[in-house]
């Protein structure tokens, strides 16, 4: 069993940035890889970034790619989701995901990879 507990979500205007934060527990932290996801009202949950058990992997939507980064902090067994040049159709729930992985390097990109999720934090970017 994996806990995961979101933070860092909140309202910011476009252009801005924030920082979400993803503690996990339960399981060795380099047991599993990571990833975040988000939700907007009235459409399905989408991949965002995934980061490998060794964090010398990533991956990004092509909506994020290049204005987020994702990154993992084994002392203090967390996750980050840095996200830059924020738009309006930023504005998504969103959740942090932990699935573990046999292989240091193996990345997990789709909803349905991940056995534990978080309870989501509302981002909210204004125009």
């Known amino acids: 069993q994996v806990l995961l507990v979101e933070s860092g979500g909140g309202l910011v205007q476009a252009g801005g940035s924030l920082r979400l934060s993803c503690a996990a527990s339960?399981?060795?932290?380099?047991?599993?890889?990571m990833g975040w996801f988000r939700q907007a009202p009235g459409k399905e949950r989408e991949f965002v970034a995934a980061?490998?058990?060794?964090?010398?992997?990533?991956s990004y939507a092509d909506s994020v790619q290049g204005r987020f980064i994702i990154s993992r902090d084994y002392n203090k067994n967390t996750v980050a989701l840095q996200m830059n040049s924020l738009k309006p159709e930023d504005t998504a729930v969103y959740y942090c995901?932990?699935?573990?992985?046999?292989?240091?390097?193996?990345?997990?990109?789709?909803?349905?990879?991940?056995?534990?999720w978080g309870q989501g934090t509302q981002v909210t970017v204004s125009s």
């Open positions: 980061i490998s058990r060794n964090g010398l992997r990533t």
């Open positions: 995901a932990a699935d573990p992985t046999p292989l240091p390097n193996q990345l997990r990109v789709g909803v349905y990879e991940y056995d534990y």
């Open positions: 339960g399981r060795p932290f380099s047991s599993i890889s």
